[in-house]
């Protein structure tokens, strides 16, 4: 993590400190000027969360001059293609579809149940040949997974 991401990030929890539902997803600085920082909530985040993070970083890092050259500060929530990192996320998103792909490159779907203990926890349909398919539990510990992504429903 570079002294701007480290410093922009110090910048976000300081004012998410104000707003308890609301957490840092990521900070990353591209080397075309562009610094992104992704923030989330709990129940969900508004276009006014945005702006308050956004004037208060670029606000700061303004003042103490921290990025040498121009840059474009932009504050948002993950899209939903974005693939989930934190805890957090996982927790916000019990109870929706998931896709997990693990390590293996193996892609499994299913409702995401839980999250403890280092395993993520989902309700996947097995379908064995010749057998009736039935809901299955599985754990599949995060070190394991290589990328878990929201399916979205369109019923």
Do not use: W
Request: glycine residues 8%.
């Amino acid at each position: 993590m570079t002294n701007v991401e480290k410093r922009a990030a110090e910048l976000v929890e300081e004012k998410l400190a104000e707003k308890p539902g609301i957490f840092l997803v990521s900070v990353k600085m591209h080397s075309n000027g562009k610094l992104i920082i992704l923030i989330d909530g709990d129940n969900g985040l508004g276009i006014s969360d945005c702006v308050d993070v956004s004037r208060h970083v670029g606000f700061h890092l303004e003042e103490e001059n921290v990025v040498e050259d121009a840059y474009n500060l932009e504050v948002s929530s993950p899209g939903i293609d974005t693939p989930l990192e934190l805890p957090r996320q996982y927790t916000k998103n019990i109870g929706r579809r998931v896709s997990v792909k693990t390590t293996d490159g193996t892609k499994r779907e299913g409702k995401l149940l839980a999250y403890a203990d280092g395993s993520v926890i989902i309700e996947e349909t097995i379908k064995e040949k010749g057998k009736k398919a039935e809901l299955v539990e599985s754990a599949i510990p995060t070190e394991n997974i290589a990328e878990t992504k929201v399916l979205i429903s369109f019923k």
